[in-house]
């Protein structure tokens, strides 16, 4: 029979964790449009009727973040699109840590 040996092994560990909070502010009736390339028809990339009239409601999946260099920092990704609205601002909150 192997013979077995009772080990107690006692860690302690502290790690301390920066987060950043940014809050991006769309105001109403701003991204009211698509880059979807579906949206787009023919050589000149007219938009296609349906989403040229007022019914028409874009919705945002990610928020990105640049520096003054136009270099991407951050990137937030929702989990459910979001309605961008055109009666009232919309405040999205990017919290990462470092």
Known sequence: MPSYQTFKVDLQAET???QREVRCVIEQNDFNYSLN???RTGSFGDVRDFA???DFRPYFTTV???NDRNELLVV???S???PVS???DTTVILKWDL
Do not use: E, F
Request: charged share 5%; hydrophobic share 25%; aromatic share 14%.
């Open 16 to 18: 301390t964790v920066y």
């Open 76 to 78: 937030g990704k929702v």
């Open 86 to 88: 055109s009666y009232s």
């Open 80 to 82: 459910t699109p979001i």
């Open 52 to 54: 040229t009239g007022s």
């Open 37 to 39: 390339p579906t949206l």
């Open 64 to 66: 990105g973040l640049y």
